[in-house]
T-cell receptor, first 113, second 110 residues
Framework: DGGITQSPKYLFRKEGQNVTLSCEQN?????MYWYRQDPGQGLRLIYY???????QKGDIAEGYSVSREKKESFPLTVTSAQKNPTAFYLC????????????FGPGTRLTVL | AQSVTQPDIHITVSEGASLELRCNYS??????LFWYVQSPGQGLQLLLK??????LVQGIKGFEAEFKRSQSSFNLRKPSVHWSDAAEYFC????????FGSGTRLSIRP
């Protein structure tokens, strides 16, 4: 089955620690995205990548970093610089940036204690 | 600037009743519009999309939406809701990137 996987489903970290969220897709999509979701605020774009070895900041990139070494993978690191990291994180992919449809993974809920 | 507004934060309807979720957008050109649904703790699933042509679009799970350019609206409708429709619904517009509304949470009254 083609799709997007995110792991783990739930993640707990102590304050001050960096943490990396995994996102893998086997849809052969060029573009991948990371969103943050907080209650009542909808989805906010953190980073996106149009192609391997290239990525751009979204609306709320501060305190986050990404890499895109493989087409299938787009991991997100939440650094200790992110002031309020507890949130639900969604990864998505599309054929290309500006493509008409994004496909979403199941999400990772990060809780920083 | 492009934007999407979903004026209703939370709606409760009785099972079997009709549903309309409101969405207004701001975009200069002809928009590409979407409705997504999110069950608790899950990712988003595309319900339907509008690009051009017939302004009434049919989607999955019995949903439909109507594009009204004069009102800058793309409201989602369903004639009879089921308890399984309880979820959060997001309207979105494709500009240089996809812009999501803040969502409407739908609860179903038994």
């Amino acid at each position: 089955d083609g799709g997007i996987t995110q792991s783990p489903k739930y993640l707990f970290r102590k304050e001050g620690q960096n943490v990396t969220l995994s996102c893998e897709q086997n849809l052969n999509h060029d573009a991948m995205y990371w969103y943050r979701q907080d209650p009542g605020q909808g989805l906010r774009l953190i980073y996106y990548s149009q192609i391997v070895n290239d990525f751009q900041k979204g609306d709320i990139a501060e305190g986050y970093s990404v890499s895109r070494e493989k087409k299938e993978s787009f991991p997100l690191t939440v650094t200790s610089a992110q002031k309020n990291p507890t949130a639900f994180y969604l990864c998505a992919s599309s054929i290309g940036v500006g493509s008409t449809e994004q496909f979403f993974g199941p999400g990772t809920r990060l809780t920083v204690l | 600037a492009q934007s999407v507004t979903q004026p209703d934060i939370h709606i409760t309807v009785s099972e079997g009743a009709s549903l309309e979720l409101r969405c207004n957008y701001s975009y200069g050109a002809t928009p590409y519009l979407f409705w997504y649904v999110q069950s608790p703790g899950q990712g988003l699933q595309l319900l339907l999309k509008y690009f051009s042509g017939d302004t009434l679009v049919q989607g999955i799970k019995g949903f439909e939406a109507e594009f009204k350019r004069s009102q800058s609206s793309f409201n989602l409708r369903k004639p009879s809701v089921h308890w399984s429709d309880a979820a959060e619904y997001f309207c979105a517009v494709l500009a240089s990137k996809i812009i999501f509304g803040s969502g409407t949470r739908l609860s179903i009254r038994p």
